[in-house]
C-alpha cells in the first residue's frame, strides 16, 4: 500500500472514529430524553420518539459540524444547516417508523419493545443513512 493510499485510509477510519463519537453522544441524549418522557412524564412513545429526535438533532449538528466534519466547512452555511435538518429529519423518522410500526401495527406496546425498535432498529437504519447522507451531502470533501 502506498503512503498515500494508507494515509486516505487512516484519514476514513479517524472520520468514521469521529462520527461514531458524535453519533454515540447524540444516540445517547436520544435514548435519555425519550425514556425521561415516556416513563417520567408519560409522554406517548411515538411523541416522545418525536421530541428526543430533535434534541439528539441538535446534538449531532454539533458534533458533526465542529468534531466530525470540521475540515470540511461549507462556503454556503445557511446549505449545509438546511440539509442536515432535512436528512436529520429523515433519519429520525426512520426510526419513529420503526417505533410506530413496532407499536402500532404489531402490538409490541411495553417500554422495552418500544426502545428496541426505536432506539435498536430504527437507530441502526438511521446511523448508516446518516453517515453516507452526511458525508456525501451535507460535508462533502471539498480539497
Not at 81 to 91: I, K, N, T
Not at 111 to 134: C, E, H, K, Q, Y
Amino acid at each position: 500500500m502506498s503512503g498515500l493510499a494508507a494515509l486516505s485510509r487512516h484519514h476514513r477510519v479517524q472520520e468514521v472514529f469521529r462520527f461514531l463519537v458524535t453519533g454515540g453522544l447524540a444516540y445517547l441524549v436520544d435514548v435519555a430524553v425519550f425514556n425521561l418522557l415516556l416513563l417520567v412524564f408519560d409522554v406517548p412513545s411515538v411523541w416522545s420518539k418525536v421530541v428526543s429526535s430533535a434534541v439528539a438533532i441538535l446534538v449531532a449538528f454539533l458534533g458533526s459540524r465542529y468534531y466530525t466534519w470540521r475540515d470540511r466547512r461549507s462556503a454556503n452555511p445557511v446549505r449545509e444547516y438546511a440539509m442536515f435538518l432535512f436528512l436529520s429529519v429523515v433519519a429520525a423518522l426512520l426510526q419513529v417508523g420503526c417505533l410506530w410500526v413496532s407499536h402500532h401495527l404489531m402490538g409490541f406496546t411495553s417500554p422495552l419493545a418500544d426502545n428496541i425498535s426505536s432506539n435498536v432498529v430504527g437507530m441502526a437504519l438511521a446511523t448508516v443513512f446518516r453517515f453516507f447522507t452526511f458525508r456525501s451531502l451535507v460535508f462533502p470533501d471539498r480539497s
